[in-house]
């Protein structure tokens, strides 16, 4: 089978991968030059964990001591409301966090360059399998939108669907050259959110998010360590300020022989770190179980688009009554049973029947 897909980020590298190894004959084509350089990290859960070892690279990603080091979910006056591992707070017995550039060259590494087309944007997608790139036009059998909140394969083919939303949430990420034994975990706030993740690699990993807008970064000096001392240390020209957008999946994936898979097919808030976890999912499901396979997950994502913007709420809720009752909530939830909630969006099976 010819397979064409449309962007060269989580979902579209891991389908190319899946559908090589069942033999078939694939071409990625994607608008940038090489791997995004956008900053970041991506935290991976145990889903994305299994994942990564279907698509045989697992093995270079380092998981201990990270795993079990401690993790707590803080107020900014430094209460903790929570203490756990960052394996027991994501649902299982390994985690890490890999600089999302990284975690793409991994992915890329597993293909022959001739199947992966950097600087090759799509203008034109059809539903008979036909993608037009630059001036030629390509058919294929199947073709996968796999391009992101903002592609051409949802905004074409899925009009019906709707376009992003904007949610009012300003993202940061940044990394810094700096390796820390404690502190890690969320900070909560009312309107405004921080997270400390130690990366696989031995530096740190921040990000963040709020809700007032055009607030600076160090207007946060004064919440708990370690974080006003990575403000400091952070690099103006290296911190990633995306806008936070989020998209319903539409009510089928399929469209003649066109399929939606990623962020292109459901954006989620990054408030449980699954979006490149489950655009990985989607690939892996597709290429074991064909469209009908991909369309019977709809529930699966549906459920955690709900949850991650629940759980945003939860997390910074805006009101600061709202902010007392989640932190009383928390401090009468057994921390074991907040892990199993916060874990549970992570347990996930590879499919085992082959299309
Ligand atoms: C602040 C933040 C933190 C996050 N943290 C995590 C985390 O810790 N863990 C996690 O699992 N997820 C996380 N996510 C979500 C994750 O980044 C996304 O869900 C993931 O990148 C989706 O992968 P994708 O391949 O579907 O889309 P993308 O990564 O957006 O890739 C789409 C690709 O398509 C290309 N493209 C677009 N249009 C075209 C075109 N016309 N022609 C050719 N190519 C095109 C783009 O250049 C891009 O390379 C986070 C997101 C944000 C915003």
């Known amino acids: 089978m010819r397979v064409g897909i449309v962007g060269g980020g989580f979902a579209g590298l891991a389908a190319a991968i899946a559908f090589r190894q069942g033999g078939h004959d694939v071409s990625i084509f994607e608008r940038s030059a090489g791997p995004s350089v956008t900053g970041g990290a991506i935290s991976l859960a145990p889903n994305a964990l299994t994942c990564?070892?279907?698509?045989?690279?697992?093995?270079?990603?380092v998981t201990e001591p990270w795993s079990r080091m401690p993790a707590t979910v803080r107020t900014p006056e430094g209460r903790v409301l929570v203490r756990r591992t960052l394996?027991?707070?994501?649902?299982?017995?390994?985690?890490?966090?890999?600089?999302?550039?990284?975690?793409?060259?991994?992915?890329?590494?597993?293909?022959?360059?001739?199947?992966?087309?950097?600087?090759?944007?799509?203008?034109?997608?059809?539903?008979?399998?036909?993608?037009?790139?630059?001036?030629?036009?390509q058919r294929f059998d199947l073709v996968i939108g796999a391009d992101g909140t903002r592609g051409v394969a949802r905004k074409l083919l899925w009009p019906d669907a709707g376009p992003p939303t904007v949610t009012g949430i300003k993202g940061w990420a940044w990394i810094?050259?700096?390796?820390?034994?404690?502190?890690?975990?969320?900070i909560w706030g009312c309107t405004t959110d921080f997270g400390i993740l130690p990366l696989a690699d031995g530096r740190t990993y921040v990000y963040g998010g709020t809700?007032?807008?055009?607030?600076?970064?160090?207007?946060?000096?004064?919440?708990?360590?370690?974080?006003?001392?990575?403000?400091?240390?952070?690099?103006?020209?290296?911190?990633?300020?995306?806008?936070?957008?989020?998209?319903?999946?539409?009510?089928h994936l399929v469209r003649g022989k066109v399929v939606l898979i990623g962020d292109a097919a459901h954006t989620m808030r990054p408030t449980f770190g699954q979006g490149a976890a489950l655009?990985?999912?989607?690939?892996?499901?597709?290429?074991?179980?064909?469209?009908?396979?991909?369309?019977?997950?709809?529930?699966?994502?549906?459920?955690?688009?709900?949850?991650?913007?629940?759980?945003?709420?939860?997390?910074?809720?805006?009101?600061?009554?709202?902010?007392?009752?989640?932190?009383?909530?928390?401090?009468?939830?057994?921390?074991?049973?907040?892990?199993?909630?916060?874990?549970?969006?992570?347990?996930?099976?590879p499919p085992a029947r082959i299309a």
């Open 52 to 61: 990564l070892s279907a698509l045989g690279v697992r093995a270079r990603v």
């Open 87 to 137: 394996a027991q707070l994501t649902g299982g017995d390994h985690y890490a966090a890999v600089p999302r550039t990284q975690l793409l060259t991994w992915l890329a590494e597993k293909l022959p360059p001739d199947c992966l087309h950097y600087s090759s944007a799509v203008t034109g997608i059809h539903t008979d399998g036909v993608l037009v790139v630059g001036e030629a036009e």
């Open 176 to 186: 810094v050259d700096r390796e820390l034994d404690t502190g890690f975990g969320p």
């Open 211 to 251: 809700q007032d807008p055009g607030t600076d970064l160090r207007a946060y000096r004064h919440w708990p360590a370690p974080l006003p001392t990575l403000i400091d240390a952070a690099d103006p020209d290296r911190i990633a300020t995306p806008e936070i957008f989020e998209a319903r999946p539409p009510h």
């Open 279 to 349: 655009a990985m999912e989607d690939a892996l499901t597709l290429v074991k179980c064909g469209t009908e396979g991909l369309e019977k997950r709809r529930l699966r994502i549906l459920a955690l688009y709900t949850a991650s913007k629940a759980g945003s709420f939860f997390a910074t809720p805006r009101l600061r009554v709202a902010e007392k009752a989640r932190n009383l909530t928390l401090r009468l939830t057994p921390d074991p049973l907040f892990g199993l909630m916060a874990g549970s969006v992570s347990y996930w099976r």
